[in-house]
């Protein structure tokens, strides 16, 4: 009569939905010319098979315990059956991301931003601040509130990186500017030849538009309407846009 015994079952890691993983079940088989094997349960497949060892796929297409059954026969008449299971999750996705955006400030003074994203199918979030100037001031869930808080002038660029449970990563880059103060005094220079006509500032040289509260408003040149400081390599001057 033949003989199953030495019944082993194949083990899988916990994989995320569109893996696969492969485990192998073994048994022993004494007193039979012919053995067949057939295997039950969703998502698993027969990859390789030998005498004594069938190796086993596992490819779940959702989140879920799977249960599996190789059942071994030995010439018909004797049957032994190996049970199994095996399990997938979700994998975490990072979205929704958006850049903090910071005021233009003085190199001795600070702003605050705010950094969002959404997680899902996560059960640990971790997050990384990089970028000179750069702090974070709080932090909650897919939220983060960073300072602005630089030594010098000029441009800086930061990042915030978001890791949901140590597998997937997304990054948001962001910058922020900060400016020397600029004196309102006016250094009067008769030479400068600078004027302004409907919401524009004109002068021969380069040129650098500030408001009285010292910010860079050149960009803006062409919609003006104030009071402006315009700064040259060759002096300073207050000019009115109307």
């Known amino acids: ?39 039950e349960g969703e998502g698993f497949s027969i990859l390789n ?29 004797v049957s032994e059956t190996i049970s199994f299971s095996a ?8 979205s929704n991301l958006v850049a903090p955006e910071f005021s233009v400030i003085y190199s001795d003074e600070q702003a605050t931003g705010t950094a969002t994203y959404s997680v899902e199918n996560a059960n640990n979030v971790e997050v990384e601040l990089t970028g000179e ?23 800086f660029n930061g990042a915030l990186t978001i890791t949901a449970d140590g597998v997937v990563t997304e990054t948001i880059e962001f910058s922020a500017i900060a400016i020397e103060g600029i004196t309102t005094e006016i250094e009067e220079n008769a030479e400068l030849n ?17 408001n009285l509260a010292g910010v ?5 040149n062409g919609s003006l309407q104030g009071v402006y400081l315009v700064v040259t390599d ?8 109307w």
């Open 87 to 94: 399990s997938a999750i979700l994998k975490p996705v990072i």
């Open 133 to 155: 100037g750069f702090s974070i001031l709080s932090e909650s869930e897919g939220s983060v509130e960073i300072v602005f808080a630089p030594t010098t002038s000029g441009t």
């Open 49 to 77: 098979e030998s005498f004594g060892s069938v190796e086993i796929k596992f490819a779940p297409t959702e989140a879920g315990t799977f249960a599996g059954t190789l059942t071994i026969t030995a010439d018909g008449v």
């Open 234 to 241: 060759n002096g300073n001057k207050q000019v009115s846009v």
């Open 194 to 210: 600078i004027y302004a006509n409907e919401g524009t500032i004109y002068c021969e040289e380069a040129f650098t538009i500030y």
């Open 1 to 39: 009569m033949p003989e199953i015994s030495d019944l082993v079952a194949p083990e899988f890691a916990k994989i995320y939905v569109g893996e696969t993983v492969n485990g192998t079940a073994t048994y022993s088989v004494a007193n039979a010319s012919n053995v067949d094997v057939v295997l």
């Open 216 to 220: 860079n408003v050149t960009s803006l």
